[in-house]
């Protein structure tokens, strides 16, 4: 596989977006996944152009990929959202 990078920032992915990520959907999972992946400079792809890479990965690459932003994202909840009935501290 190509040595994907992707950059989860909390400006960038919406809480439908964890909902679908939960939920295991392929399509918005894709979206997310081109949303946040990065180009040899360090930047944003632009979306069209990481759709296109994503579209080329295959099962297993796409799911390995998909895996890596779930375990962000995961590890984002669990740093950012408050505990049910109460505020972080």
Not at 16 to 36: F, Q, V
Not at 62 to 69: G, H, L, N
């Amino acid at each position: 596989m190509t040595d994907l990078k992707f950059k989860i920032a909390v400006d960038r992915i919406t809480l439908d977006d964890l909902i679908d990520i939960e939920d295991g959907k392929l399509k918005p999972i894709r979206n997310i996944m081109a949303n946040c992946l990065l180009g040899s400079d360090g930047e944003y792809l632009p979306k069209d152009e990481a759709l296109a890479v994503i579209g080329k990965l295959t099962i297993a690459e796409a799911d390995q990929a998909a895996q890596d932003i779930k375990a962000a994202m995961e590890a984002w909840k669990a740093n950012a959202l408050p505990p049910v009935g109460g505020a972080r501290s």
